[in-house]
């Protein structure tokens, strides 16, 4: 049984490019929540989407957005990038309720020059 | 703004001794969640707990759930080098959010 998986490992980006990153989720889970976690700090709260809709979103600018596909897989998009987006990109996956169990993934770490 | 605030947030220890890490905020949760995490990787979920005043092992790890759900703590006992890590306390709220809150985060150091 796979756990979650993320694609790629890791990227090097510079300021004013747009990355997309890749989520599929534990076999049986239908619900996927991204994170950003900078360097020496707990996960920050993306968004999470459910049913291919976002379903709540943390305090991100609109710059950062997401899919999610019928397999239940998920990218996360982030636009514009400022040198401040460096971080590790982790995706969470659950079945969905509100109290349900998250499992990560490895994470991206993403670097913008 | 709901805050977990975990202290201490850096701890260096010898081995076989042991430690308590807190995970405290105003807010009720309605279940926590501990997790480890090594440099580079994903957090990996130790326990949940949902019920105030629950207590869970784990080999030598005891983890509690405050009687009003609003604080937590884990307790390693003969503490070894493999436990070095990040520990990471996340909460959902009582509310009914889908919102996962991360602690600050505990940085532990065991040395043979």
């Known amino acids: 049984d796979a756990g979650v998986t993320q694609s790629p490992t890791h990227l090097i980006k510079t300021r004013g490019q747009q990355v997309t990153l890749r989520c599929s989720p534990k076999s049986g889970h239908d619900t996927v929540s991204w994170y950003q976690q900078a360097l020496g700090q707990g996960p920050q709260f993306i968004f999470q989407?459910?049913?291919?809709?976002?379903?709540q979103r943390g305090n991100f600018p609109d710059r950062f957005s997401g899919h999610q596909f019928p397999n239940y897989s998920s990218e996360l998009n982030v636009n514009a990038l400022l040198l401040g987006d460096s971080a590790l990109y982790l995706c969470?996956?659950?079945?969905?309720?509100?109290?349900?169990?998250?499992?990560f993934g490895p994470g991206t770490r993403l670097l913008v020059l | 703004t709901q805050l977990l605030e975990q202290s201490p947030q850096f701890l260096s220890i010898q081995e076989g001794e042991n430690l308590t890490v807190y995970c405290n905020s105003s807010s009720v949760f309605s279940s926590l969640q501990w997790y480890r995490q090594e440099p580079g990787e994903g957090p990996v979920l130790l326990v949940t707990?949902?019920?105030?005043?629950e207590v869970k092992k784990l080999k030598r790890l005891t983890f509690q759930f405050g009687d009003a759900r609003k604080d937590s703590s884990l307790h390693i006992t003969a503490a070894q080098p493999g436990d070095t890590g990040l520990y990471l306390c996340a909460g959902v709220a009582a509310s009914g959010t889908y919102k996962y809150i991360f602690g600050t985060g505990t940085r532990l150091k065991v040395l043979a």
């Open positions: 989407y459910y049913e291919e809709e976002e379903r």
């Open positions: 969470a996956s659950s079945t969905g309720q509100p109290r349900e169990t998250q499992y």
């Open positions: 707990v949902v019920t105030g005043g």
